[in-house]
Structure formats: structure tokens, C-alpha cells
């Protein structure tokens, strides 16, 4: 023999994500939210809202209890609950405590995410965060592209040492930083009273340029080798700027040995056959080493790097300390 039980109806817990615009709800959401027998919203300002009544989906403000909204659902209604962006903490925990203390015939409860982040969503909050940053902190305020340049040196040089040592959570955190350095010029560059730009240009910029770069990605070019990509960029680049020399665009205030691996590449790459100079001193030692590398494949710089790691645990173990 079978004991019916009444229907207990079904409480939906809708979620939106704010870096979504708002409107733009899943099909499943819109569905539920018009079939539903109620529709309950706490917060007044919610921005779905709007967009709701327009499609004819009525919205009552009110802020339930678990206990209230249990019982709304009787005899098999369904309650759909527009969520605010940081939840609702109070009601989730009271529906956990009538469900786990075993007297209540509870509703069914789902939770019915109405629209998802994109890859790459939590960058609006990192701008969002930016942008309140940039006008209430005394510090932040103040700064300029030039205060800010020997940061993006330091959290540059940071990254590289996090990648060499091969520990994931400080490269996590390190690309972290030099994001930061991106967002925090791009925000400086739209107060620019003659020529501002924002985060939005960059990225604009950006795109622009892989997808122009990359024709046998995006286009009809054929690249069948790396070789073949990086000659395709070094050409399209030169141009792009109009360079006359090879040399032209590379940075000389960067470190030494990176400067000249850096000539030595170009060299090479434009099928240039250019010793190093002869001379007197150790710059021109080190200058035909640095070349020596490049063409052997080696990045002197990370080579010479490793190198003073191991140099840096020999003084350590000489110094009866331990090595990193």
C-alpha cells in the first residue's frame, strides 16, 4: 500500500552574473520565469529587473523567510527567487536547517544559474576595481605613467625569475602583478587631455594586431613551421612601422647581454651575415659570447641568470647556510 504525499512544489534560486549584461538570461531561465507562480526579489534596484517587466514577467519585492517561502510552495507551486549578485546567505542557511531537521516536507530546491561568465569575465571586475581605485586612494591618485615605469621593470623581472624557478603559485600571482601595471596605465591614459585612451583601446589595439599577424590563423596564409610564423611577424612588423634597418625598434636601454642576442637575432633572421666587432675589453668578450649563444639557440640572459643562481648557492654553502 502507497501513501500519497501532497505536492511540495519547488523553490528555484535564480542567479545572474553581473558581468553579464542584464536581460540576457538563458532560455531555461526565461522559461521557468514565466511558467512560475510567483516571482520574488529582495533588492528593488535589482538590474534584472527592468528587463523582466518588460517581457511581462511580474516581480514582487519582498524578502522571505525560509519559512515563508516553504510555505508559499504549497500545494505544488513554484517560487522563483531572483537572487542579489552576493547571494542570500540567510535564506540559503534557513532552507538547510528546515530541510536537515527532518519534520519538514520540504519543496524541491534548485538552483538555475540564468547566465554564466565568460572566459575572461573577472576582468571587468579588475577595471570595475581600477577605476574606484584610481579616484579614492591618495596614492594611486597621484601616480603617472613615468612614477610607474620602474614597477613594470620590477614585476616584469619578477615574472621571469617566478617562471625559472618553476613555481606555479608565484607565477599566478607575478602575471597577476603585471596585469596590474597594464590596467593601471590604461586608466592613467584616460585622463590624457589630448590624446586619452582606455583598457578597451588597448585590448582593441591588441586584437588587432594578432589577428593582422596571424594570417594563416585568421586569414589564407599558409605557416606550416614556427620559423615560418616568426618570419611572417618580423616582416609584417617591419611594415607595420616602417623601419629602414633591422635594427630599428629594438629597445637599447634593455640589459646587455638581451640587447645583444636581440641585434644578433634580427642579424640572422634578415639573412645578414655581420660578425661581432672586433675590440678591446670585456664588452666585446661578453658581446661575442652573447652572439655565440643566440645562434647556438641560447638566451644568454637566462643562461647567465642560472648560472648566478648556482654561483648565488655556492656563497650560501660556503656560508654554511642552506641553498634555495
Known amino acids: 500500500m502507497t501513501t500519497e504525499h501532497p505536492a511540495t512544489g519547488r523553490i528555484v534560486l535564480l542567479t545572474a552574473s553581473h558581468r553579464v549584461a542584464p536581460g540576457l538570461l538563458s532560455w531555461p531561465a526565461w522559461q521557468t520565469l514565466r511558467t512560475a507562480g510567483r516571482v520574488l526579489c529582495a533588492d528593488a534596484a535589482h538590474p534584472q529587473l527592468p528587463y523582466l517587466r518588460e517581457a511581462g514577467v511580474e516581480v514582487e519585492i519582498a524578502a522571505p523567510t525560509a519559512r515563508e517561502l516553504v510555505d508559499a510552495c504549497a500545494r505544488g507551486a513554484t517560487v522563483v527567487v531572483l537572487a542579489a549578485g552576493e547571494g542570500d546567505r540567510a535564506l540559503t542557511d534557513g532552507l538547510a536547517r528546515l530541510a536537515g531537521s527532518g519534520r519538514e516536507s520540504m519543496p524541491d530546491l534548485e538552483l ?8 575572461g569575465a573577472r576582468l571587468l571586475d579588475l577595471v570595475q ?11 594611486a591618485s597621484e601616480q ?41 596605465h590604461a586608466r592613467i591614459a584616460e585622463e590624457d587631455g589630448e590624446e586619452p585612451f582606455s583598457v578597451d583601446d588597448v585590448a582593441g589595439t591588441l586584437v588587432e594586431k594578432l589577428i593582422h599577424r596571424h594570417p594563416h590563423v585568421f586569414g589564407d596564409a599558409r605557416a606550416e613551421t614556427p620559423e615560418e610564423v616568426q618570419a611572417h611577424w618580423l616582416r609584417t612588423k617591419a611594415a607595420e612601422k616602417d623601419r629602414d634597418s633591422v635594427t630599428d625598434g629594438v629597445p637599447l636601454g634593455q640589459p646587455g647581454l638581451a640587447l645583444a642576442a636581440k641585434l644578433a637575432f634580427r642579424a640572422r633572421k634578415a639573412g645578414l651575415t655581420v660578425p661581432p666587432p672586433a675590440g678591446e675589453g670585456i664588452g666585446y668578450e661578453l658581446l661575442a659570447l652573447a652572439v655565440r649563444a643566440e645562434e647556438s639557440g641560447t638566451d644568454p640572459e637566462t643562461a647567465l641568470r642560472a648560472a648566478g643562481r648556482a ?7 660556503a656560508e654554511g647556510q642552506p641553498t634555495r
Open 112 to 119: 538555475l544559474p540564468g547566465s554564466y561568465d565568460l572566459p
Open 129 to 139: 576595481i581600477m577605476d574606484r581605485i584610481r579616484a579614492e586612494c591618495p596614492w
Open 144 to 184: 603617472t605613467h613615468q612614477g610607474l615605469a620602474k614597477y613594470g621593470i620590477e614585476e616584469a623581472y619578477e615574472l621571469v625569475e617566478a617562471i625559472e624557478e618553476g613555481d606555479r603559485d608565484e607565477l599566478r600571482e607575478e602575471l597577476g602583478d603585471v596585469l596590474l601595471q597594464v590596467v593601471f
Open 311 to 317: 654561483y648565488r648557492d655556492a656563497i650560501r654553502a
